[in-house]
């Protein structure tokens, strides 16, 4: 296998952009190749996530071949959901280290502000499985019922969760203060994110990334430059939240690590920065202990003590990440590789130097993700060996039908501010764990008192599942009625004595 190397990079301001996605992909595409002294790439990947809904345009690549006044050399279009822009860097990484091609060009981008809200929420929701979707659910949602399920299992209270989120906040957005290509330039304070509406409960706005316009470019070649791609891998897990046994990893994520560490012959030890994909504050806290950088439960403490700062021992998103960068969802995992193939050159505008740095990117709900790790060709770095290969986790399996329950105890839950079409706020969303087991997403016919591990009644309409909870009352008499249920069963088994007596 051939090295495969970073010739040019590209990238444009992120942010509301009047351009068309062609003009935008152009722009940065231009300067990529500008910047390596190569004119003449012998093949384009794109990743874009969802151009026929964004634009109305199919056939992306074709059309950004001709905007670029590439036509006659092979395009093709990768869509990942949203690390589409990571999976394209992989997709040349492959052709180039093959040996097929010697010199390709790699974009990703997207075009979504000139749609309202609640349009690109819609769109965005596509990623996810389609009986959830129905329900009501949102990505801002399933990533606030993956963070209440994580203050669960690590005995957070309300409170510590929220000191967490908020130092993650105004960390990103204060790097992204000093990156000029950035969404959002102004750092936040604690009571800006504190006075913020919420989302998706526990997630309030300054939790969420933003909708972006934007582009970013490579050139990838076999010819060596100052910098080297060490390490890719890419790794996947259940689309579903209800297929799902592990809620406060992603597995995909290891997956993806363990390859990428092996292939560099480095493990987590050997990262000196990271850019991973924070389209929600939680997901970098629960990244970046995937990445094995920390242990489960304390990437929320590294942020606190400032492990992860610019200027801490492990910087995590010195760019901004895609909390203030930008998140053009078919661009981020490819501005991520830009992000740090700048830092590794000394380009970035920090006083240290770095040799080797990760970047990591998610696809859907962590249904399909990527980890690339980038290093300096001219630095001495040790070799050590990688990061244990996870077990493969495979979504459960459910048979075509299975009887419906009437009863279930809540696993995790959301309150939804911010609705897709068709859903009056505030919406109550339950994640139930069924009497026999199986897991289901149902809407709630109340949002007061949820709380995990509270039991509720079933029902099921055309759509979706509803619940409804449980009164104290009524939970006092279904307890005793199983308890006597239990006893009797218990006395009918057993042997009778030679005596008679029982």
Same mark, same amino acid.
């Given at each position: 296998?051939?090295?495969?190397?970073?010739?040019?990079?590209?990238?444009?301001?992120?942010?509301?952009?009047?351009?068309?996605?062609?003009?935008?992909?152009?722009?940065?595409?231009?300067?990529?190749?500008?910047?390596?002294?190569?004119?003449?790439?012998?093949?384009?990947?794109?990743?874009?996530?969802?151009?026929?809904?964004?634009?109305?345009?199919?056939?992306?690549?074709?059309?950004?071949?001709?905007?670029?006044?590439?036509?006659?050399?092979?395009?093709?279009?990768?869509?990942?959901?949203?690390?589409?822009?990571?999976?394209?860097?992989?997709?040349?990484?492959?052709?180039?280290?093959?040996?097929?091609?010697?010199?390709?060009?790699?974009?990703?981008?997207?075009?979504?502000?000139?749609?309202?809200?609640?349009?690109?929420?819609?769109?965005?929701?596509?990623?996810?499985?389609?009986?959830?979707?129905?329900?009501? *659910?949102?990505?801002?949602?399933?990533?606030?019922?993956?963070?209440?399920?994580?203050?669960?299992?690590?005995?957070?209270?309300?409170?510590?969760?929220?000191?967490?989120?908020?130092?993650?906040?105004?960390?990103?957005?204060?790097?992204?203060?000093?990156?000029?290509?950035?969404?959002?330039?102004?750092?936040?304070?604690?009571?800006?994110?504190?006075?913020?509406?919420?989302?998706?409960?526990?997630?309030?706005?300054?939790?969420?990334?933003?909708?972006?316009?934007?582009?970013?470019?490579?050139?990838?070649?076999?010819?060596?430059?100052?910098?080297?791609?060490?390490?890719?891998?890419?790794?996947?897990?259940?689309?579903?939240?209800?297929?799902?046994?592990?809620?406060?990893?992603?597995?995909?994520?290891?997956?993806?690590?363990?390859?990428?560490?092996?292939? *560099?012959?480095?493990?987590?030890?050997?990262?000196?920065?990271?850019?991973?994909?924070?389209?929600?504050?939680?997901?970098?806290?629960?990244?970046?202990?995937?990445?094995?950088?920390?242990?489960?439960?304390?990437?929320?403490? *590294?942020?606190?003590?400032?492990?992860?700062?610019?200027?801490?021992?492990?910087?995590?998103?010195?760019?901004?990440?895609?909390?203030?960068?930008?998140?053009?969802?078919?661009?981020?995992?490819?501005?991520?590789?830009?992000?740090?193939?700048?830092?590794?050159?000394?380009?970035?505008?920090?006083?240290?130097?770095?040799?080797?740095?990760?970047?990591?990117?998610?696809?859907?709900?962590?249904?399909?993700?990527?980890?690339?790790?980038?290093?300096?060709?001219?630095?001495?770095?040790?070799?050590?060996?990688?990061?244990?290969?996870?077990?493969?986790?495979?979504?459960?399996?459910?048979?075509?039908?299975?009887?419906?329950?009437?009863?279930?105890?809540?696993?995790?839950?959301?309150?939804?501010?911010?609705?897709?079409?068709?859903?009056?706020?505030?919406?109550?969303?339950?994640?139930?764990?069924?009497?026999?087991?199986?897991?289901?997403?149902?809407?709630?016919?109340?949002?007061?008192?949820?709380?995990?591990?509270?039991?509720?009644?079933?029902?099921?309409?055309?759509?979706?599942?509803?619940?409804?909870?449980?009164?104290?009352?009524?939970?006092?008499?279904?307890?005793?009625?199983?308890?006597?249920?239990?006893?009797?069963?218990?006395?009918?088994?057993?042997?009778?004595?030679?005596?008679?007596?029982?």
């Amino acid at each position: 296998m051939q090295s495969v190397y970073v010739a040019g990079i590209g990238m444009t301001k992120f942010g509301k952009d009047p351009r068309s996605l062609a003009e935008i992909c152009h722009d940065a595409a231009q300067t990529a190749l500008t910047s390596s002294e190569i004119q003449e790439v012998e093949a384009i990947y794109i990743g874009v996530m969802n151009p026929e809904e964004f634009t109305g345009d199919s056939n992306i690549a074709s059309h950004i071949a001709d905007a670029l006044g590439l036509t006659g050399i092979p395009a093709v279009r990768i869509e990942t959901a949203s690390s589409a822009g990571a999976a394209a860097v992989q997709a040349g990484f492959q052709a180039v280290a093959s040996g097929y091609y010697r010199r390709v060009l790699v974009l990703g981008g997207e075009k979504m502000t000139h749609l309202s809200t609640s349009a690109t929420t819609r769109v965005l929701a596509g990623v996810i499985d389609k009986e959830e979707r129905q329900c009501g *659910a949102t990505m801002p949602a399933l990533a606030a019922m993956i963070t209440e399920k994580y203050r669960e299992k690590f005995n957070l209270s309300q409170s510590r969760l929220e000191t967490m989120l908020c130092a993650v906040a105004v960390k990103n957005h204060g790097n992204g203060a000093h990156n000029p290509m950035a969404q959002f330039q102004k750092p936040i304070s604690r009571e800006t994110y504190l006075a913020s509406k919420y989302v998706a409960t526990p997630l309030r706005l300054y939790d969420c990334s933003p909708i972006t316009d934007g582009a970013a470019a490579v050139v990838l070649t076999s010819e060596k430059t100052d910098v080297r791609l060490a390490g890719v891998g890419q790794g996947t897990g259940p689309l579903s939240l209800r297929g799902r046994e592990i809620f406060t990893s992603f597995p995909a994520t290891r997956m993806a690590a363990a390859r990428a560490y092996r292939m *560099a012959e480095t493990s987590p030890q050997g990262i000196e920065f990271a850019e991973v994909h924070d389209a929600f504050t939680p997901f970098e806290i629960i990244t970046t202990e995937d990445l094995g950088f920390f242990a489960p439960g304390k990437g929320g403490d *590294a942020v606190l003590e400032g492990v992860t700062a610019i200027d801490g021992r492990l910087p995590v998103n010195p760019s901004g990440g895609l909390k203030a960068r930008g998140h053009p969802v078919g661009a981020s995992g490819l501005a991520q590789i830009v992000e740090a193939v700048k830092r590794l050159r000394g380009e970035s505008g920090s006083k240290r130097q770095f040799n080797r740095g990760l970047t990591q990117s998610t696809g859907g709900l962590a249904s399909n993700n990527f980890v690339t790790i980038l290093e300096r060709t001219d630095a001495s770095l040790p070799r050590t060996p990688g990061f244990p290969q996870p077990a493969r986790q495979v979504a459960k399996s459910r048979p075509a039908k299975m009887p419906m329950s009437n009863e279930g105890v809540i696993e995790t839950f959301t309150i939804l501010y911010v609705t897709p079409d068709g859903f009056l706020p505030p919406l109550a969303l339950a994640l139930v764990r069924e009497q026999n087991g199986r897991l289901i997403l149902a809407q709630g016919e109340e949002s007061k008192h949820l709380k995990i591990g509270r039991e509720v009644y079933l029902k099921r309409t055309e759509d979706y599942y509803l619940f409804t909870l449980k009164g104290r009352f009524k939970m006092v008499q279904d307890s005793l009625k199983r308890n006597l249920w239990q006893r009797a069963r218990a006395l009918v088994r057993k042997p009778i004595p030679a005596d008679g007596k029982l």
